[in-house]
């Protein structure tokens, strides 16, 4: 099984800041990597597919890069509707959520 | 607009059954690949399994915790999809989201939620 892990697991920012999470796959999954955002009792919402993709109607201060283990979510300029806990999820074999990294206000 | 509705979640005790249904409008339900994901209450997101389109195959496939246990279904004629639930277990207790996507899923339902508790 290949394993996601997300850092941090809690990020602290403020409107404005710019944002970085890391997802980590145990073993090589390509580019077949997805990001999703997901506010409190809400439906997530796809962000990013294929690691650098951006999904339709999603504002262009979120963008995603890497390849083979290594991935990253960057939001450039933090806004209040930004707040929300975000997922990656591979899909190269099976497919595999990370647990999740709250940003949070600080 | 997409539109994807969950319904059939309730409360079962533990090795009872339940069958949820997920119907779907906007989009061209036979030519999609559905997925169906759950989420602990206060936990992340866990993929449950998915099926291909008929023309696809119409293959599934499932989750290790679920495998054996859980099936999904299509009816391409009512543009809806199933999970059908047994042997449940107080760890199936989750939202279970209904998705539209065999990879990565860009539409979901609101979800419906599953108590497994004697």
């Known amino acids: 099984d290949i394993q996601m892990t997300q850092s941090p697991s809690t990020l602290s920012a403020s409107v404005g800041d710019r944002v970085t999470i890391t997802c980590r796959a145990s073993?090589?999954?390509?580019?077949?990597l997805a990001w999703y955002q997901q506010k409190p009792g809400k439906a997530p919402k796809l962000l990013i597919y294929?690691?650098?993709s951006l999904e339709s109607g999603v504002p262009s201060r979120f963008s995603g890069s890497g390849s083979g283990t290594e991935f990253t979510l960057t939001i450039s300029s933090l806004q209040p509707d930004d707040f929300a806990t975000y997922y990656c999820q591979q899909y190269n074999t099976d497919r595999t959520f990370g647990q999740g990294t709250k940003v949070e206000i600080k | 607009e997409v539109q994807l509705v969950e319904s059939g979640g309730g409360l079962v005790k533990p090795g009872g059954s339940l069958r949820l249904s997920c119907a779907v409008s906007?989009?061209?339900?036979?030519?999609?690949?559905m997925t169906w994901v759950r989420q602990a209450p206060g936990k992340g997101l866990e993929w449950v399994g998915r099926i291909k389109s008929k023309p696809d195959g119409g293959t599934t496939d499932y989750a290790a915790p679920v495998k054996g246990r859980f099936t999904i279904s299509r009816d391409d004629s009512k543009n809806t999809l199933y999970l059908q639930m047994n042997s449940l277990k107080t760890e199936d207790t989750a939202v279970y989201y209904c998705?539209?996507?065999?990879?990565?899923?860009?539409?979901w339902g609101l979800g419906t939620l599953v108590t497994v508790s004697s």
């Open positions: 906007g989009l061209t339900f036979s030519n999609a690949w």
């Open positions: 294929k690691a650098s």
């Open positions: 998705t539209r996507g065999g990879d990565y899923s860009n539409y």
């Open positions: 073993q090589s999954i390509s580019s077949w």
